[in-house]
């Protein structure tokens, strides 16, 4: 049962603080005095409650090795700058380039364009694109690759405003709105 106990100890992270308490608890029931049934009952409960102890401290080390991997975690950071746009014929078109900063790569970036008439307000338009070659591929940290929004304005729609967004991704947009009439 001792066996066990120790066992138990030392599988848990942490497991180096686990055997020391068991073997701690060894000497203690060796050194108790009594027949040797009371100082196996000794080595039992003193190794029980130290395996407890030490499966605890390893739950607790462990715990904080995750928190602390979790953090370390590579993140891609997208920066999108917008180069152009322009109304024509029933259109908008906004082009730009988005690059990489972060420390990762990301999947199948996307760019959210989304164009609302000036005097309600209302969305009228909302497109997505993906930057050059990166629909189904992996912009590598570091990469730039340009994008074009083009966004059909319904017929009658005056004045517009527009705003480009990164979705699902953390990142920045640069100059990310406009009006065009």
Same mark, same amino acid.
């Given at each position: 049962?001792?066996?066990?106990?120790?066992?138990?100890?030392?599988?848990?992270?942490?497991?180096?603080?686990?055997?020391?308490?068991?073997?701690?608890?060894?000497?203690?029931?060796? /050194?108790?005095?009594?027949?040797? /049934?009371?100082?196996? *009952?000794?080595?039992?409960?003193? /190794?029980?409650?130290?395996?407890?102890?030490?499966?605890? %401290?390893?739950?607790?080390?462990?715990?904080? =090795? $995750?928190?602390?991997?979790?953090?370390?975690?590579? @993140?891609?950071f997208l +920066?999108?700058?917008? *180069?152009?746009?322009?109304?024509? @014929?029933?259109?908008?078109?906004?082009?730009?380039?988005?690059?990489?900063?972060? +420390?990762?790569?990301?999947?199948?970036?996307? %760019?959210?364009?989304?164009?609302?008439?000036?005097?309600?307000?209302?969305?009228?338009?909302? +497109?997505?694109?993906?930057?050059? =070659?990166? $629909?189904?591929?992996?912009?590598?940290?570091?990469?730039?690759?340009?994008? @074009?929004?083009v966004a059909? $304005?319904?017929?009658?729609?005056?004045? $517009? +405003?527009?705003?480009?967004?990164?979705?699902?991704?953390?990142?920045?947009?640069?100059?990310?709105? /406009?009006?065009?009439?």
């Amino acid at each position: 049962m001792l066996a066990l106990a120790g066992f138990s100890a030392t599988v848990a992270p942490g497991w180096w603080l686990g055997a020391g308490f068991v073997t701690i608890s060894c000497g203690y029931a060796l /050194g108790s005095k009594g027949t040797p /049934g009371v100082r196996w *009952r000794d080595g039992l409960a003193i /190794g029980l409650v130290l395996s407890l102890l030490g499966a605890t %401290i390893g739950a607790t080390v462990l715990a904080r =090795d $995750i928190g602390a991997h979790a953090a370390a975690v590579p @993140q891609p950071f997208l +920066e999108v700058t917008v *180069r152009s746009s322009e109304r024509r @014929q029933g259109e908008l078109v906004v082009r730009g380039t988005v690059r990489n900063t972060g +420390e990762a790569p990301v999947f199948g970036a996307s %760019i959210e364009l989304n164009v609302y008439e000036t005097s309600s307000g209302t969305l009228v338009a909302a +497109e997505t694109a993906y930057p050059a =070659d990166t $629909i189904e591929a992996w912009l590598a940290p570091g990469a730039e690759a340009s994008f @074009q929004h083009v966004a059909a $304005i319904p017929e009658g729609v005056g004045p $517009i +405003e527009w705003a480009v967004v990164v979705e699902d991704t953390p990142g920045l947009v640069t100059a990310d709105h /406009g009006r065009a009439e």
